[in-house]
């Protein structure tokens, strides 16, 4: 039952990594579209956080295919290489995550106090 089950942990980080990136984008759609400037600022914000962390996903990857992801039967290295790309394009991840989470963490403070009042 537990053949493989590291190679399964690796897979499902790589999925959450992914779904996270995919939510912040969709978010940032709409916020593009219908939000206000704090919204769309906020959004920016997701997108960057999270797209900056999908080289790791590129990179274990490679790590999962083995050898044949640095050989050209595979398309695997041109994702990694994209990606660094892109992480490098952005910016590192931790600048943002840290902005998001005082922010997620400012709104939790701001609905709780709302609560204690009302």
Request: proline letters at 2%; a neutral charge.
């Amino acid at each position: 039952m537990g053949a493989f089950q590291a190679v399964q942990h690796l897979c499902v980080d790589m999925l959450e990594t992914v779904e996270l990136a995919r939510g912040g984008a969709m978010y940032g759609l709409w916020a593009a579209d219908a939000g206000s400037d704090e919204q769309r600022h906020l959004a920016a914000t997701r997108v960057k956080a999270f797209s900056g962390r999908l080289a790791t996903v590129g990179d274990t990857a490679i790590q999962i295919f083995g050898g044949i992801g640095y050989t050209w039967e595979h398309p695997a290295h041109l994702y990694l290489g994209r990606l660094l790309q892109w992480s490098t394009f952005l910016g590192g991840p931790d600048r943002y995550l840290r902005e998001f989470g005082s922010h997620v963490v400012r709104s939790a403070r701001a609905r709780r106090a709302m609560d204690f009042d009302g």
